[in-house]
Nanobody, 116 residues
Framework: QVQLVESGGGLVQPGGSLRLSCAAS????????MSWYRQVPEKERELVAS????????NYADSVKGRFTISRVDDQKTLYLQMNSLKPEDTAVYYC?????????WGKGTLVTVSS
């Protein structure tokens, strides 16, 4: 059974940091490209960051470049998102995504709230 379980969300003050984790099981993690997406109510889900399964190359949304870092540990089947200098506009539900050819798996999300 395929599972992606996000954790690490919560309430943080502006300027603070959080690290999200995504624990994967039920599929061959190392062959999947992995990404973090986020969504706020009444808006489309947007890509935050992605990391290749081939060479570890990364891509980031312009809004998070220089503040967020995506990483993966294939042996542990875990994806991370280090989020620094958080802003109120980063408030969203963050989702983990695994992609390989026509296959897409999603977690249920973890809520990040940036507020004073």
């Amino acid at each position: 059974q395929v599972q992606l379980v996000e954790s690490g969300g919560g309430l943080v003050q502006p300027g603070g940091s959080l690290r999200l984790s995504c624990a994967a099981s039920g599929f061959t993690f190392s062959v999947y490209a992995m990404s973090w997406y986020r969504q706020v109510p009444e808006k489309e889900r947007e890509l935050v960051a992605s990391i290749s399964n081939v060479d570890g190359s990364t891509n980031y949304a312009d809004s998070v470049k220089g503040r967020f870092t995506i990483s993966r540990v294939d042996d542990q089947k875990t994806l991370y998102l280090q989020m620094n200098s958080l802003k109120p506009e980063d408030t969203a539900v963050y989702y983990c995504n695994a992609h390989w050819h026509l296959l897409d798996y999603w977690g249920k999300g973890t809520l990040v709230t940036v507020s004073s």
